[in-house]
């Protein structure tokens, strides 16, 4: 069976990674994979996260198996966290969340669910979105179709387009949005579009799907969330999966959660029992250790405050990135698009489209040692004060 099976293609993301760490070159620079750094190009462990592991390991008394879908006590600070504290859907009992491997693994189980469900079922994706949201729902079975999303010449949300394309998705299909820092743009829907298209999708009969997987990256958690509120208070059913990767900085915990906002209080119990199906033939039941740590911090007073201000530091280095870049190339003349620089500082998160071609990615690639994604996407979070004139310096010689 092994001996004749074809080699599978490198990850475009971590088959960059790879190739990165096996170049010998000192002064390598890795722009590519979605990991925050500090000013000193290391992940750092949050100090929050420090403190509420220190005690779960004090009381912890057990490793025995999680409930299949996780704690309630996640799951309350989960929904909270999404949906506000006073939310009338919490209130109404109209959610379920599941604890899930990562928002990956949120991703895939909402997939199952859907292709046991709604086996004709199509998932419309933004053109361009994350590579590997295709991937994860054609391994659940499920086709997937593209929507208008992008202007690559104004690098802009390219509204007027995005909603004539979910005007023609037929009823009952899904429709997959990034809640906040769009991955791989960083050009997000102003709160205005989020409400115009909310109720586009609500006439439509669309079911949207919110890949959240950097709530308080790109204004603060709570504004990061209006999108996802204002879908919730118009759309009857919506599908959240949701991260704490990145603003937990707890990449390799892989702490996740599906939620499920339900019509009604009274589907809550069957989709529950469907979801906890789904979740059992795949990995059976969740990890305890990176959940609980989430957990702890989200109920403690304290331990919030100090996320919250940690969280607040990342974003803002992550936004001092972006004034830097665009200063530093407009000082060496170095123009991104034909309109200048300054739409970098327009968009969210980590990453941004830079306009680089393929052809300009594989020179910084060969000649700088410089790593980035061949669609161009580069990740704010991985430039420094130090290696930002390197950085330029190469941009400005394959432009």
Not at 65 to 71: H, M, N, P, R, S
Not at 127 to 153: C, I, M
Not at 169 to 191: K, S
Request: charged share 25%; hydrophobic share 40%; net charge negative.
């Amino acid at each position: 069976m092994f001996e004749t099976m074809p080699a599978a293609s490198p990850d475009p993301i971590f088959g960059l990674s790879e190739a990165f760490r096996a170049d010998p070159r000192p002064d390598k620079i890795n722009l590519g994979i979605g990991v925050y750094r500090d000013e000193q190009g290391r992940t750092p462990v949050l100090a929050a996260v420090k403190e509420a592991e220190a005690r779960f390991l004090d009381e912890q008394t057990s490793m025995s198996y999680l409930a299949i879908e996780g704690t309630e006590s996640y799951g309350r600070a989960v929904q909270a966290l999404l949906l506000g504290d006073s939310s009338e859907i919490i209130a109404s009992g109209r959610v379920l969340t599941a604890h899930t491997p990562g928002g990956t693994g949120a991703l895939r189980v909402a997939g199952d669910l859907l292709r046991n469900q709604c086996p004709e079922t199509r998932v419309w994706m933004s053109e361009p979105t994350w590579a590997n949201h295709h991937q994860v729902f054609a391994a659940a079975g499920l086709t997937s179709r593209k929507y208008a999303y992008f202007d690559r010449q104004r690098n802009r949300v390219d509204f007027e387009a995005m909603l004539e394309a979910v005007e023609g998705i037929p009823q009952g299909d899904v429709v997959l949005l990034h809640g906040c820092c769009h991955n791989p743009t960083g050009a997000d829907l102003t709160p205005d579009q989020w409400r115009i298209l909310a109720r586009l999708l609500k006439e439509q009969g669309l079911l949207p799907l919110v890949d959240l997987a950097y709530q308080g990256f790109a204004i603060g958690l709570e504004a990061d969330v209006d999108g996802l509120q204002a879908l919730c208070k118009e759309v009857p059913e919506v599908i959240v999966c949701s991260s704490f990767s990145k603003n937990f900085a707890l990449y390799n915990e892989r702490v996740g959660a599906l939620t499920i906002v339900a019509g009604t209080a009274d589907a809550v119990d069957a989709i529950t029992s469907q979801v906890k199906l789904r979740i059992r033939s795949t990995y059976s039941n969740p990890p305890a250790h990176g959940g609980a740590i989430v957990t702890t911090i989200l109920e403690d007073e304290a331990l919030r405050r100090g996320w919250q201000e940690e969280l607040s530091r990342m974003r803002q280095r992550i936004q001092a990135m972006r004034r830097l870049l665009v200063t530093s190339l407009d000082e060496r003349g170095v123009r991104l698009s034909s309109e200048g620089n300054d739409f970098l500082l327009r968009q969210y998160g980590m990453f941004s489209f830079s306009g680089l071609t393929e052809q300009q990615v594989a020179r910084l690639r060969e000649d700088h040692a410089i790593y980035v994604v061949g669609s161009g996407r580069v990740n704010f979070a991985a430039m420094t004060q130090e290696n930002m004139p390197r950085v330029c310096d190469a941009i400005a010689a394959v432009v």
